[in-house]
């Protein structure tokens, strides 16, 4: 502009180049990539980015505000609870992205698992000290209990030598000869700063009330469908439940974890297909709103010991304490605990009531740490089935025996531990690269099943290694080989061939055998059924009783004949598929 002076245009030329320096140093031409990486990382879907903030519930506004302070990338960052509110995707992406974090962090976590995968330094605050620990939390808890070891046994002597002074002065108070040592003594003894040691929490082993077992088919869903209005959550979804099964339900929120729970628990009926319960099934299921389900009126003590079995009522006093009620806690009326006692409250009910099958949608939500270990080795000493929710990686890592990955309308069974399905999901190829990985993956498996793909793995990644091989390694050269004259390989062809057939006759015959049998035990369950099912049966206990015990122990008896038998059919199976 014309207009404009010469000195003023310069002044706003070099204005306008510090400017777009600045912005350019501080990545400004890159901070729509930067905002769709952080955004995508935590969970959040390309069509939510020009949604009004105001249309997303609390926990998406956690994110919101998480998202925004990450990407202002301050020179130390200041994080509560960040993993409250991320399912396990979106902590695994926090994980990495805070290992990478040029500047200082400081947070506050009950997540171990994402505790040892994230910080260098642990500062503990106990009894009214900070101290601090160099490495991961794994190495603090080691570093912790030697510091208390130490510091308990500074205390014994402390007290040992306090209690020597105090006998030495009572009984020379009063002798004149004595009288400076004894003053000296009692000025000693008014200097001596006494050591503090933080009382030791009593480490609680509880054992599940005893529940007969179930059937060994728990729960079978088929061809289920779950549709809220025009959302279709599961679509044509099928899941087997097998006695003793140990299963982790994973996947972004809004996947329809909850809806597949509460359809397993029968909390909810599908709109389409079939849920099938087994035999003898006891079940408890804890629902994400498990606290705000709870009667009000009773006191703590109350609500456990309500519904609990007489033998269990000496425990709730220990196992309050595990989850932090102590002393006058137990008489809290319900409506005045907060959000997160309830939730403690809710998963130690939980723990005293017989049951089989335990259905748990984010049981640790609101728990501490050491309230999780007590809900952990309580689940992990637990002999029936388990299937929950959990956004704690160390808690499923540490449970789960097998992963259903839940999202797009479908259930996806993936064997194994959480480690192991990250493995699958990062080769989706099925190739196998590690010992006990299995490459192929689908839906639900039996056990045979289970086996026959692990027999292929293990022939797809050993079957074809060459096996001459000695010398530290070296392949033999070909004319060291002796080679084996040709009558005397067929000889050995057919005896090894022989020897096959008769193996085949004999798991043929077995297994024939253990049909026979489980059928004509069927039928006797099938008779005793009949008889418990007649009116009047339970009028006379004594009468009743021996039936009761035969239909039991005929129950466990087939059980024990069926797995007899899948093991023999596995081994029949897997030698066809070898002789192929």
């Not at 196998?432 to 299995?438: A, D, E, I, S």
């Not at 239909?551 to 087939?558: G, I, N």
Request: hydrophobic residues 35%; contains cysteine.
């Amino acid at each position: 502009d014309q207009s404009i002076p010469d000195a003023e245009h310069d002044a706003m030329l070099e204005r306008y180049s510090d400017l777009q320096d600045r912005f350019r140093l501080g990545d400004g031409y890159s901070i729509e990539l930067k905002a769709a990486t952080v955004l995508q990382g935590l969970g959040f879907r390309p069509s939510d980015f020009e949604r009004p903030t105001e249309t997303f519930s609390g926990g998406w506004q956690m994110r919101i505000a998480l998202a925004k302070l990450l990407l202002r990338q301050p020179s130390l960052l200041l994080l509560d609870e960040p993993t409250n509110h991320l399912d396990l995707e979106a902590r695994n992406w926090l994980e990495d992205y805070l290992h990478a974090y040029p500047h200082a962090v400081i947070l506050v976590s009950h997540d171990r698992f994402f505790l040892d995968a994230v910080v260098t330094r642990i500062a503990d605050l106990t009894l009214r000290t900070l101290t601090d620990y160099v490495g991961n939390y794994s190495a603090y808890l080691a570093a912790h209990e030697t510091r208390l070891e130490q510091m308990r046994k500074a205390k014994r002597e402390q007290d040992d030598e306090v209690a020597r002074v105090r006998m030495f002065i009572d009984r020379f108070r009063y002798q004149a000869t004595k009288a400076s040592q004894v003053q000296s003594r009692i000025k000693m003894l008014e200097k001596v700063v006494p050591i503090e040691v933080p009382p030791e929490r009593k480490k609680i082993h509880f054992t599940f009330p005893a529940c007969a077992k179930s059937g060994r088919s728990v729960l079978e869903l088929r061809h289920v469908r779950k549709a809220y209005g025009s959302l279709t959550v599961l679509d044509d979804v099928s899941l087997h439940v097998e006695r003793g099964d140990r299963i982790a339900l994973v996947g972004p929120n809004g996947a329809g974890k909850s809806t597949l729970m509460r359809v397993l628990s029968g909390e909810e009926a599908p709109d389409g297909g079939e849920r099938t319960e087994g035999h003898h099934l006891v079940t408890q299921y804890f629902a994400q709103d498990e606290a705000t389900r709870m009667d009000p009126a009773p006191t703590v003590y109350e609500t456990l010991a309500s519904g609990s079995p007489h033998q269990m009522v000496p425990a709730i006093r220990s196992i309050l304490g595990g989850f932090l009620f102590s002393g006058d806690d137990v008489y809290k009326r319900v409506r005045v605990l907060s959000g997160g006692e309830r939730t403690r409250l809710a998963v130690a009910r939980m723990l005293l009531r017989p049951s089989n099958t335990l259905l748990l949608d984010e049981p640790t939500n609101h728990l501490d740490l050491d309230s999780k270990d007590v809900l952990l080795d309580a689940l992990a000493d637990y002999g029936g089935t388990l299937i929950f929710v959990s956004h704690d990686r160390y808690f499923v890592e540490k449970l789960a025996t097998k992963i259903v990955e839940v999202g797009g309308g479908q259930a996806v069974v993936y064997p194994g531990t959480y480690t192991e399905f990250l493995w699958h999901k990062a080769h989706p190829e099925g190739q196998v690269g590690r010992v006990g990985q299995v490459g192929q993956v689908g839906s639900a498996r039996g056990p045979r099943e289970d086996s026959e793909s692990s027999s292929a793995g293990a022939r797809a990644s050993g079957g074809g290694a060459p096996r001459a091989v000695r010398n530290g390694g070296q392949a033999a050269h070909p004319k060291q080989i002796k080679k084996e004259p040709p009558r005397d390989q067929k000889k050995r062809v057919d005896a090894e061939a022989r020897k096959k057939t008769r193996a085949g006759q004999a798991r043929r015959a077995r297994i024939d055998d253990l049909e026979a049998r489980i059928a004509e035990t069927e039928r006797a369950i099938r008779e005793a059924e009949d008889t418990m099912a007649a009116p009047g049966f339970y009028a006379d206990r004594g009468a009743a009783q021996p039936v009761i015990d035969k239909h039991q122990a005929l129950m466990w008896k087939v059980g024990d004949l069926m797995h007899q038998w899948e093991e023999m059919q596995a081994a029949a199976d897997a030698g066809a598929s070898a002789d192929d």
